[in-house]
């Protein structure tokens, strides 16, 4: 017998513009405001995560918060203008982005939780700045700079140790749950992840916790009254760290009950497969029964691809399965969807679906992250030095006995891209200590300078967990002074799957001109 889902596996995010209110010339229609919805529906989104404008400036006809078009007469911006007019033609329907989203979503089975962003660095008479700021002006901000947002007005970011603030986001929050009938609510701390004075962040760790602890009680408060249950979900920083540097103790908020579900937010702008960093999230929010997601991003540093394929998704996902996560927190798909899309949006749900179908594993080179951000620790691309052994782990999710059992485990490929590989160099690899010969039939140049050794493995070498690449250069061809770079390793985990017949004619990368 199944089990009935208890929470949701996948949750979509979109953030109401850049794939929806942008995108909508005047005049608006009741089913253009409803369309976040019906794209996502026979899909395997459990649950939209909703965002309710940009900054302290909202898209719904909000009470306590300054609505798009207050204050503002003429606007420069194309896409903005748009906005404003989809808000000026909803107001004139006697209704709201917001509201036809929950009340459609309602109707077809698909909850919706708004996203409230807790931070803008706007200052007044910005067009993205609220009204408490706008009103009250510094009483209510930092005043003071923050070395680590070298490029932000960081001193008109609000104070949360001031009562005004954290007042003002409750009020909006209670407005969300009472008058909108909203099943949830997510606070996004990532926005603009800044909430104290650098020197006092680490005092104010408490304050935030029971702002938050008073999120919960609020939507207690407001469930009792109306007999519905309210979810309060957070959306952090996946590393612990991370989330302490801001003054965050997920930690505490998880195990006293303060949310109901977890997500990690990732930096990096490229997938990274194998990420492991935040599994002290999972574990706490297991410890307790409530959800945990992760939120990846969709780009590639690949020559073949700049986007994430299904492949990769299904590493990333198997990943998280492995790790004890309940589900992914995808968003920012290409828009409006296609077949690859929806494709994600199906498979990704179900992670029993693609236990046993092929699956990518990559490393992604390190990032350029802001100041405010922790350092990735990506090996690659990594320099080769003539004489010295380099070892790379590469995470490998997939639980492999059972498809052996079965023979339905096929050979992995290890494919290694160099930048300015020398062929006449002495270059020694093995992969979990079996020897990798380097031979010219597993030599290709797609591109001038680029190269990849591809390896046909034996499916008893690869393992769930880490898996070892060795890498050295014993000898280097003394008349080569250009640099070796390791710039890409990626598995490829393949089983006998239902195949259609390969076209004679595959596409293929065209070469450089």
């Given amino acids: 017998m199944v089990e009935p889902r208890v929470h949701p596996r996948l949750i979509y995010y979109s953030d109401a513009h850049h794939f929806h209110a942008k995108r909508l010339d005047p005049p608006v229609s009741q089913h253009r405001l409803q369309w976040p919805i019906h794209e996502l529906l026979g899909t395997g989104v459990e649950l939209l995560v909703f965002g309710l404008g940009f900054g302290d400036v909202y898209f719904h006809q909000t009470k306590y918060g300054r609505v798009v078009g207050d204050e503002q007469e003429v606007w420069p911006e194309f896409?903005?203008?748009?906005?404003?007019?989809?808000?000026?033609?909803?107001?004139?329907?006697?209704?709201?982005?917001?509201?036809?989203?929950?009340?459609?979503?309602?109707?077809?089975?698909?909850?919706?939780f708004p996203s409230l962003k807790l931070q803008d660095p706007a200052e007044p008479g910005d067009q993205r700045c609220g009204w408490l700021k706008w009103h009250r002006g510094q009483e209510v901000a930092h005043k003071v700079s923050n070395s680590r947002f070298p490029s932000h007005k960081t001193e008109w970011c609000l104070d949360y140790t001031n009562e005004l603030v954290r007042e003002e986001k409750l009020a909006l929050i209670r407005e969300l749950l009472e008058d909108y009938s909203t099943d949830g609510i997510e606070l996004d701390f990532m926005f603009f992840p800044l909430y104290f004075r650098e020197s006092e962040t680490e005092a104010n760790i408490d304050t935030m916790s029971r702002f938050v602890a008073d999120v919960k009680s609020l939507a207690n408060e407001i469930g009792h009254t109306q007999d519905r249950p309210i979810q309060v979900v957070a959306r952090v920083a996946?590393?612990?760290?991370?989330?302490?540097?801001?003054?965050?103790?997920?930690?505490?908020?998880?195990?006293?009950?303060?949310?109901?579900?977890?997500?990690?937010?990732?930096?990096?702008?490229?997938?990274?497969?194998?990420?492991?960093?935040?599994?002290?999230?999972?574990?706490?929010?297991?410890?307790?029964?409530?959800?945990?997601?992760?939120?990846?991003?969709?780009?590639?540093?690949?020559?073949?691809?700049?986007?994430?394929?299904?492949?990769?998704?299904?590493?990333?996902?198997?990943t998280l399965h492995w790790q004890g996560f309940t589900g992914m927190y995808l968003g920012y798909l290409p828009w409006p969807f296609a077949h690859e899309e929806y494709q994600l949006?199906?498979?990704?749900?179900?992670?029993?679906?693609?236990?046993?179908?092929?699956?990518?594993?990559?490393?992604?080179p390190t990032e350029a992250l802001q100041p405010y951000q922790m350092p990735d620790n990506h090996m690659i691309p990594l320099t080769l030095k003539e004489g010295?052994?380099?070892?790379?782990?590469?995470?490998?999710?997939?639980?492999?006995?059972?498809?052996?059992?079965?023979?339905?485990?096929?050979?992995?490929?290890?494919?290694?891209?160099?930048?300015?590989?020398c062929v006449e160099d002495d270059v020694q690899l093995d992969f979990n200590g079996t020897n990798l010969p380097v031979d010219r039939e597993n030599i290709y140049e797609p591109q001038r300078g680029t190269y990849w050794l591809r390896y046909i493995l034996d499916p008893n070498v690869i393992v769930q967990g880490e898996n070892i690449l060795n890498i050295e250069v014993a000898r280097m061809e003394p008349t080569a002074g250009f640099a070796r770079l390791l710039t890409g390793?990626?598995?490829?985990?393949?089983?006998?799957?239902?195949?259609?017949?390969?076209?004679?004619?595959?596409?293929?990368?065209?070469?450089?001109s």
Avoid: C
Wanted: net charge neutral.
């Fill in 238 to 318: 996946h590393r612990r760290e991370e989330n302490l540097r801001m003054g965050l103790d997920v930690e505490s908020w998880i195990a006293n009950g303060s949310v109901d579900m977890i997500i990690g937010q990732i930096p990096n702008m490229l997938l990274d497969t194998g990420v492991t960093d935040g599994k002290w999230m999972a574990d706490s929010a297991n410890q307790v029964g409530i959800a945990s997601y992760l939120r990846p991003n969709r780009r590639l540093d690949d020559p073949r691809a700049s986007i994430a394929t299904a492949e990769m998704f299904r590493a990333f996902g198997q």
């Fill in 345 to 364: 949006l199906r498979e990704m749900a179900y992670p029993e679906s693609f236990q046993r179908r092929n699956k990518r594993y990559i490393l992604p």
């Fill in 489 to 512: 390793v990626e598995i490829n985990i393949r089983y006998t799957e239902f195949e259609r017949p390969e076209s004679l004619n595959p596409a293929t990368i065209p070469p450089p």
């Fill in 388 to 421: 010295e052994r380099e070892s790379l782990p590469i995470i490998v999710a997939d639980q492999f006995s059972s498809a052996r059992a079965d023979g339905e485990l096929r050979s992995p490929v290890l494919t290694l891209r160099f930048q300015s590989f």
């Fill in 79 to 112: 896409i903005n203008w748009r906005i404003m007019r989809m808000v000026k033609d909803a107001a004139e329907m006697g209704t709201d982005q917001v509201r036809e989203v929950i009340t459609r979503g309602r109707e077809t089975g698909l909850p919706v």
